[in-house]
């Protein structure tokens, strides 16, 4: 779970990085501490990191030091990789920094339109593996509990092989129903290139498609 929020936190702190990276490119003729305090003023989880950087090196940390802590991803890390370098230098990096916001912003914007493209494919499979399989599913168990009328195949074993028999059929929808429920979320989480998304998928899910299949196997 604690994976989950800090995957969510990072997505949320890239997705501020063009923003930031401008308004750091306008500052380089400042001095690199200065550059941090700047940055720790801007809103965001982003400027939260910044500002606890600015902390550690009023506390008397290095540059390096200071910005470690956010290489919490390949993005983030090369960030910190230009500010470390300009604060050894003294070079000015506003062009770096400038194409880095570009690059960040076009990745982003693939991101999003990928995301736009699959949205009906997700929209299918959640909707499916939520609703249209269980209720599919249950609608079927009374008719399977029915097949003990006289001339059906059930009629000629005994009666606590066919309720075994019944049991073992509803126990194999549940773990089927869970399953699906399963492999569509990691799909659509994997296809949003955010897998930790998949356990919320599924804890929603998973109890919804137990609920559409037992209120459609009592007729609801």
């Known amino acids: 779970m604690k994976g989950f929020f800090e995957a969510g936190r990072i997505r949320r702190m890239e997705g501020e990085l063009p923003d930031v990276l401008y308004h750091a490119s306008s500052l380089c003729s400042?001095?690199?501490?200065?550059?941090?305090?700047?940055?720790?003023?801007?809103?965001?989880?982003?400027?939260?990191?910044?500002?606890?950087?600015?902390?550690?090196?009023?506390?008397?940390a290095s540059v390096e030091e200071a910005l470690s802590p956010l290489r919490l991803s390949p993005l983030l890390s090369r960030v910190v990789d230009v500010l470390v370098?300009?604060?050894?230098?003294?070079?000015?990096?506003?062009?770096v920094l400038r194409d880095m916001a570009d690059h960040a912003g076009r990745e982003f914007e693939v991101r999003?339109?990928?995301?736009?493209?699959?949205?009906?494919?997700?929209?299918?499979?959640?909707?499916?593996?939520?609703?249209?399989?269980?209720?599919?599913?249950?609608?079927?168990?009374?008719?399977?509990?029915?097949?003990?009328?006289?001339?059906?195949?059930?009629?000629?074993?005994?009666?606590?092989?066919?309720?075994?028999?019944?049991?073992?059929?509803l126990v194999g929808l549940q773990l089927y129903l869970v399953e699906y429920a399963v492999i569509a979320s990691v799909f659509v989480a994997f296809q949003?290139?955010?897998?930790?998304?998949?356990?919320?998928?599924?804890?929603?899910?998973?109890?919804?498609?137990?609920f559409l299949f037992h209120a459609a196997s009592i007729g609801f």
């Open 192 to 210: 949003e290139g955010a897998l930790e998304r998949a356990l919320l998928y599924a804890a929603v899910l998973v109890p919804l498609s137990m």
């Open 112 to 169: 999003r339109e990928r995301a736009a493209i699959t949205t009906l494919e997700k929209a299918t499979l959640l909707f499916a593996g939520g609703c249209v399989v269980p209720l599919m599913l249950g609608s079927l168990m009374p008719v399977v509990s029915g097949m003990d009328s006289g001339g059906s195949l059930l009629s000629v074993v005994s009666e606590s092989s066919r309720v075994a028999l019944l049991e073992n059929a």
């Open 85 to 95: 370098v300009a604060s050894s230098t003294g070079a000015d990096v506003s062009q």
């Open 30 to 60: 400042a001095s690199l501490h200065d550059v941090v305090f700047a940055l720790g003023s801007l809103d965001g989880v982003l400027g939260g990191e910044f500002a606890a950087a600015g902390r550690r090196l009023r506390a008397g």
